[in-house]
């Protein structure tokens, strides 16, 4: 049985990998740099920065390429949406700036894993064909 892989495909799913975790890294370092240094809403708080610690949790699956944690990261990412445009229309100047990158960070995460899932079983499915 031969494989039939398509260097176009493999080339974007392996850039849709790379935009998914380089997207979750931004969105991690993002967080804890929003809550601890740049705007924290109440100086000495930590407890808002601990929102970053559900998005390590997936960053190990993103790493090895599971197709599941693609799948759950795509649903997970809207709170973290959710978060960044309530913030971004209720905040003051400096915190708004930080959620809208978050929110336009949680969209690139998304495209990323959508597109990656996508692609993903595209391959599948050319490859269970028979020759």
């Known amino acids: 049985m031969t494989s039939l892989s398509n260097p176009t495909t493999e080339h974007s799913v392996s850039w849709t990998r790379a935009l998914a975790v380089c997207s979750l890294l931004g969105l991690i370092a993002l967080s804890l740099a929003w809550e601890l240094v740049l705007a924290p809403l109440r100086p000495g708080s930590v407890v808002l920065a601990l929102k970053a610690v559900p998005l390590c949790i997936p960053l190990i ?3 090895k390429n599971r197709m599941y944690t693609y799948r759950w990261v795509s649903l997970m990412v809207w709170l973290y949406f959710t ?5 971004a229309y209720s905040d003051a100047a400096p915190s708004r700036w930080y959620a809208l990158g978050e929110a336009l960070l949680c969209v690139a995460l998304f495209v990323a894993c959508a597109m990656h899932v996508r692609l993903r079983f595209k391959n599948a499915k050319a490859a269970a064909v028979p020759a």
């Open 61 to 63: 699956g993103l790493l």
């Open 83 to 87: 978060e960044g445009v309530v913030r």
